[in-house]
């Protein structure tokens, strides 16, 4: 039974033909229309005909007392029988008449009551589709369950321990009506209706609330399947958003993929920088499969018609040996294609059923993730070449020249050293300073490169380590001081370390610090605060100085924090020490 188009109330009456299995026998021979007029037109002649012939027959009866008895029994009985049946048959059609209407008005209530019904039904429907979490659904179904079966209370619930009631409320202060018949029916995939009625419940009515418990169990489906995509889609984005490394990226992106769509085997093809699709990650059922190798044929029809396909046999065996089936999925944003992710199972049209619009946009999240690895490798390589180039030319400036002038003042020594000892001894001593001072700065330069592993040690045992090192390593007393509670995230964590590196780089290399204080707090913002007893400068004249171990100066150490939603400064004057203070927001 399909449902009506709109609310039945704005639904037009439309005229309904009889059946004429349920029209009196008696009104298919003579409408009482016909009746009438046969009555009306027969009648009269017929009854003077009749007049006519009886009068002249009793005229001819030879004996008058017989003329009388004649004329009595005629005009006392024939005449007021012949009106009984007369009108008894007008009668009979009028009657027939009445019970037609009769029909017609308790179809046409029917047909009323179930538009009205339908109309119910529809909205429903219409309620459980916009319904936007479990608890509104259940809420929804019980009061749409009371409209439809006209029930007076209605408690549904499901699997989960989750459930919802709704009554007919109290018109004009009265009680609610009680409900002394409940109908209870089972909703597909667990739980059940349960309907309290005032009268009895009809057999329709049943039937009309075990449709309606199917409904419902669409519904909950609906939401339950919907309220998974966002857990999916939320767990796939937090679980890419601080990844760089491509491959942990590219794994965890696709096995959740692989769970959804339930296939066994995943790969992961880019483009490269001359636009060649090479297989990048790739796991199956004998483990991961080492990458940069060519795409088969079938991630290039991917590729290039731009949207999900599927493969079988000949086609899924080229990607997955020993796969029968196979989709896959392009990776496009506005800059073109990135690559192709295709999903693979040894069972035949394992793809028909799965959810291609939920991959696609798990597909579009792993296309940023991978932008986003892309970007940040390439501003590694940017790093690191900056770096070189700082530490060849520190080396250039500063160190070599340094050697240099300490390998000339040798040669001076060397021609010196008989013609007079005691200023070649004063030389060699200039000299031997001076390579002291150079062996510290190149020690202090390869301690502030020195890579540092916060993935395996985290922050905060990182921070000690270092802490404890910087202070071994430049002669210099470091305390620090840990306290509260910090929940970083591996981003925030990588700009807290990096400040604290830089901040002791610069102690280490322009305060002629003795003692240098480190804390790291964490409450509702994580606060670092580095603090030496040295020379101190003037933060005005010297803002954007890149540090010699590090290569940030104070301005973009600024930028990192403030870019995290964090604050940044420094107090400093000459003569009184440097405070470095930088704040993140909690993650």
């Known amino acids: ?132 979490d479990m608890g509104a659904v259940l809420e929804v179904a019980a009061r749409g369950a009371l409209r439809v079966t006209g029930a007076v209370h209605a408690t549904l619930t499901v699997p989960g321990g989750l459930s919802a009631s709704a009554g007919s409320g109290a018109v004009g202060g009265a009680a609610p009506t009680p409900a002394a018949y409940t109908l ?77 769509a339930g296939a066994e085997a995943r790969a992961v093809f880019l483009s490269d920088q001359d636009g060649v699709l090479r297989l990048e990650y790739a796991q199956d059922r004998q483990g991961e499969k080492p990458g940069g190798l060519p795409a088969p044929p079938f991630a290039q029809q991917v590729a290039q018609a731009g949207a999900p396909l599927t493969a079988a046999d000949e086609g899924a065996a080229g990607v997955f040996p020993g796969a029968r089936s196979v989709l896959g999925i392009p990776m496009r944003d506005e800059e073109g294609l990135v690559g192709v992710i295709v999903l693979g199972d040894a069972r035949d049209r394992a793809f028909d059923d799965a959810r ?100 395996r040690y985290g922050l905060l045992e990182t921070v000690r380590r270092y802490v404890l090192d910087f202070g071994e390593q430049n002669n210099i007393r470091a305390q620090l001081n840990i306290s509260g509670d910090v929940q970083l995230s591996p981003g925030d964590e990588a700009v807290v370390f990096r400040i604290l590196q830089e901040s002791l780089n610069n102690v280490a290399k322009h305060a002629r610090a003795q003692e240098v204080k480190v804390t790291l707090h964490g409450g509702e913002r994580v606060t670092l605060r580095v603090q030496d007893d040295g020379a101190g400068f003037d933060p005005a004249t010297i803002t954007g100085r890149v540090s010699s171990a590090g290569g940030l100066g104070l301005l973009q150490m600024r930028e990192r924090v403030e870019a995290r939603g964090g604050t940044y400064r420094v107090l400093s004057s000459p003569g009184h020490g440097t405070l470095v203070e930088a704040e993140l927001p909690q993650g």
């Open 1 to 132: 039974m399909s449902a009506p188009t709109g609310p039945a109330e704005d639904t037009p009456a439309l005229p309904v033909p009889l059946d004429p299995d349920r029209v009196h026998p008696e009104e298919r021979g003579f409408r009482l229309s016909d009746r009438v007029r046969v009555v009306r037109n027969v009648l009269p002649p017929l009854i003077v005909l009749v007049v006519g012939v009886v009068e002249f027959l009793i005229s001819r009866l030879p004996v008058p007392r017989q003329e009388l008895w004649a004329h009595l029994l005629f005009y006392g009985l024939v005449g007021p029988a012949v009106t009984y049946f007369s009108v008894e048959w007008i009668a009979q059609g009028t009657r027939a008449r009445e019970r037609a209407e009769r029909e017609l008005r308790d179809l046409y209530g029917q047909l009323h009551a179930s538009h009205a019904q339908l109309g119910a039904v529809q909205a429903l429907m219409r309620d459980l589709t916009d319904a936007p």
């Open 184 to 260: 209870k029916v089972p909703v597909p995939g667990g739980g059940a209706l349960a309907l309290g009625f005032a009268q009895p419940p009809a057999e329709a009515t049943e039937a009309l609330a075990q449709a309606l418990a199917a409904e419902v169990a669409r519904g909950v489906e609906a939401v339950r399947q919907r309220t998974l995509d966002l857990m999916t889609l939320y767990s796939v984005d937090q679980s890419i958003r601080a990844e760089r490394n491509m491959r942990r990226l590219l794994s965890r992106v696709t096995r959740t993929m692989a769970e959804r």
């Open 356 to 455: 291609v619009s939920l991959l696609a946009l798990m597909a579009g999240q792993a296309t940023l993730a991978v932008r986003n690895a892309r970007a940040y490798l390439y501003s590694e390589e940017l790093a690191i070449s900056d770096e070189r180039a700082r530490i060849a030319r520190e080396i250039h400036d500063g160190v070599a020249q340094s050697l240099a002038f300490a390998a000339l003042k040798l040669d001076i020594v060397a021609r010196q050293l008989h013609a007079d000892p005691a200023k070649a001894e004063a030389e060699v001593r200039a000299a031997t300073q001076l390579l002291r001072e150079q062996i510290r700065e190149v020690r202090r330069s390869i301690f502030a490169l020195r890579p540092i592993d916060l993935e």
